[in-house]
């Protein structure tokens, strides 16, 4: 026994039979015949290119590499970004002068207790004065006099500071580049066993006193290096750079 | 937005099975760690300047002593000390020496000692050259056959401070019947407190 049943709610194969007439063939609509095609009929769908079903995730996944490698790349800024100097700040001819400003975390406070654990923007105006070559170093401060090694040739670096007073001169770098990117003179102390750069030689403490002064570093050398430039850093990350003619 | 369950194919579990198989025979067999860690080794002898890219080395002597004097201290070597003078000269910016092994023939490994004022490591910039005073206590079969090996990445760690760097290994060239002449010496060194060397041992310029 067959009994025909009218679905309360059209199912998927009777959806366009709304608004038939009672009685009427449920797959008919008004106006066609069995057999012919409605007009707003869907082609049979293709198939999507892989390219088109995974378009979510292929615009997703080169943001996920960018999230990862970020993520795990902590060790940049975090250890290699701060110590040395890899962002130059201004960069000028030998005889102008270069605005050098960068913060650092001042942790102890131990010239200036204020800033004990605050970071604090350094600001210096520098100016290199002049660069030569020299036969002989000068009697340093502390100790006993330094000849100039066998195999080596000995340069003195002479820089104009202007700054704020109490900037703190810490960590001063005064290096010389050679043309194939040797770093001559990298470290904080000098030749001479200056560890104060960038302080005059009677400076009590790490911070400047005036509101202008010079300094005179001296930084051994190969002989036959060509220097291009001269750097001037705290420590980094900022330096500026001079570009010797 | 496609709906319902995917079939599961044979292509599709081929793909996974064999993607997952080829990515594991690669993790195997490709020997990663000669690619990834192996330090780049230049071997040299006593005398000899070596570039390591960013230092030229120079091991300039090779001492065997028994007592180490030094302004505060003598020491005694518990088998003997070898004194190795090295003169460093960095090319490229200030620099710290941190590696310094001696390896004998069985290949067991002797890391410096700082007694009687020795050095275990040294820091140099360009511009001139170094010497260094390293010394090792090691045993009497320990100094036929021993090489020292010196770098700025240091060994702790299975070598890796000096992963994919430049390293030198210089032979000490002590023969079998030297061994047992240097061990039957009885010699006191007085190492040099580390200094700029004279032009004649650093090496090559720059």
Do not use: D, M, Y
């Given at each position: 026994m067959t009994t025909l049943v009218t679905p309360a709610v059209p199912g998927p194969d009777q959806g366009t039979g709304h608004g038939a007439p009672p009685g009427a063939a449920p797959s008919l609509r008004p106006g066609m015949l069995p057999g012919m095609i409605p007009p707003d009929a869907r082609a049979p769908r293709q198939r999507r290119s892989w390219g088109r079903r995974n378009a979510v995730w292929l615009v997703l996944l080169p943001i996920a590499i960018v999230a990862a490698a970020g993520a795990s790349s902590f060790r940049v800024w975090a250890y290699w970004w701060p110590v040395g100097l890899h962002h130059e700040v201004d960069r000028v001819a030998v005889g102008q002068s270069a605005h050098l400003a960068g913060e650092y975390y001042d942790a102890f406070g131990l010239d200036v207790p204020e800033r004990a654990n605050t970071t604090v923007l350094r600001e210096v105006d520098a100016t290199v004065t002049g660069v030569e070559q020299v036969d002989e170093l000068p009697a340093p401060s502390y100790g006993d006099p330094v000849p100039i090694p066998d195999g080596s040739v000995a340069y003195e670096v002479r820089v104009h500071f202007a700054a704020e007073l109490k900037t703190d001169l810490s960590g001063c770098q005064i290096m010389l580049v050679s043309e194939e990117g040797t770093r001559y003179g990298e470290s904080s102390t000098d030749v001479l066993g200056s560890s104060n750069r960038c302080s005059t030689p009677d400076a009590e403490g790490f911070v400047s006193e005036e509101p202008e002064w010079d300094v005179t570093s001296f930084v051994l050398a190969d002989p036959g290096a060509e220097i291009t430039q001269v750097r001037l850093g705290f420590g980094g990350p900022e330096y500026v750079t001079f570009d010797l003619p | 937005m496609r709906h319902g369950r995917r079939r599961i194919t044979w292509k599709g579990t081929a793909l996974v099975v064999g993607a997952v198989t080829a990515g594991c025979a690669l993790v195997t067999y490709v020997p990663q760690e000669r690619n990834v860690d192996t330090p780049f080794v230049v071997e040299g002898e006593v005398g000899e300047t070596l570039d390591l890219t960013y230092a030229d080395l120079t091991v300039t002597e090779v001492r065997v002593a028994d007592t180490l004097t030094s302004f505060s201290e003598a020491a005694a070597a518990g088998g003997t000390f070898i004194v190795v003078d090295a003169t460093w000269r960095a090319?490229?910016?200030?620099?710290?020496?941190?590696g310094a092994e001696i390896t004998d023939r069985q290949g067991r490994r002797f890391w410096p000692s700082q007694?009687?004022?020795?050095?275990?490591s040294a820091s140099a910039q360009p511009g001139y050259a170094w010497r260094t005073t390293y010394c090792f206590d090691v045993p009497r079969e320990a100094l036929e056959g021993a090489t020292v090996r010196l770098a700025r990445g240091d060994q702790t760690e299975e070598y890796a401070g000096q992963r994919r760097d430049a390293v030198a290994v210089v032979d000490l060239d002590i023969t079998a019947s030297e061994a047992d002449e240097l061990w039957e010496a009885e010699e006191t060194v007085s190492p040099e407190e580390p200094g700029y060397a004279p032009a004649s041992a650093g090496g090559g310029e720059g």
């Open positions: - | 090319t490229q910016g200030e620099t710290i020496f941190s007694r009687g004022g020795c050095s275990i």
